[in-house]
T-cell receptor
Framework: AQKITQTQPGMFVQEKEAVTLDCTYD???????LFWYKQPSSGEMIFLIY??????QNATEGRYSLNFQKARKSANLVISASQLGDSAMYFC????????????FGKGTTLSVSS | DVKVTQSSRYLVKRTGEKVFLECVQD?????MFWYRQDPGLGLRLIYF???????EKGDIPEGYSVSREKKERFSLILESASTNQTSMYLC???????????FGDGTRLSIL
């Protein structure tokens, strides 16, 4: 069965520091896609970054990068130079083998950035 | 930009009421989804639809039904609302993989 595990309920970081949010996954499908979403306190889900299982390079989008280690089945999100506006809940997700193109989500990590 | 619109940001209903949550997308996506989000549990899939009038159960369909009469609209129905259905509800629509699913802003539903 597919599964996403986020083991850090909460993380704390100071402004301008880098932070890594952990995500491990389990799937028997050789082809899969991994996503990170950000959810501010207002509730909307904001797409951050995507990594395909066959992508040769780690995905990057501005200050976000995905540390993809296929053998370890990990897809950690790295945020460089944290900003106060990065304070939010972060979800790692994977496309399901079934259920159309639905995602399966981890339980999330709350990131708090302080000045 | 893709727009997924949920009809209400906040909703308060009473136990036993029939509750409708509406979701509309403007990008002609075939796939639409309803998730429920609870603290410590992440997002869980309630129902999804891959075409008009087509629907499939997700992980937690009990107490819910859905309707998709038009491609752009996907409705979640709480047949007889109960207090344990107090939650955040998120609608999403998706183009074919590997493109990204897009979410609405969510509806915070309270059942009193």
């Amino acid at each position: 069965a597919q599964k996403i595990t986020q083991t850090q309920p909460g993380m704390f970081v100071q402004e301008k520091e880098a932070v890594t949010l952990d995500c491990t996954y389990d799937t028997s499908d050789p082809s899969y896609g991994l996503f990170w979403y950000k959810q501010p306190s207002s509730g909307e889900m904001i797409f951050l970054i995507y990594q395909g299982s066959y992508d040769q390079q780690n995905a990057t989008e501005g200050r976000y990068s995905l540390n993809f280690q296929k053998a370890r089945k990990s897809a950690n999100l790295v945020i460089s130079a944290s900003q106060l506006g990065d304070s939010a809940m972060y979800f790692c997700a994977m496309r399901r083998n079934q259920a159309g193109t639905a995602l399966i989500f981890g339980k999330g990590t709350t990131l708090s950035v302080s000045s | 930009d893709v727009k997924v619109t949920q009809s209400s940001r906040y909703l308060v209903k009473r136990t036993g009421e029939k509750v409708f949550l509406e979701c509309v997308q403007d990008m002609d996506h075939e796939n639409m989804f309803w998730y429920r989000q609870d603290p410590g549990l992440g997002l869980r899939l309630i129902y999804f639809s891959y075409d008009v009038k087509m629907k499939e159960k997700g992980d937690i369909p009990e107490g819910y039904s859905v309707s998709r009469e038009k491609k752009e609209r996907f409705s979640l129905i709480l047949e007889s609302a109960s207090t344990n259905q107090t939650s955040m509800y998120l609608c999403a629509s998706s183009p074919p993989p590997p493109q990204v699913p897009h979410f609405g802003d969510g509806t915070r539903l309270s059942i009193l």
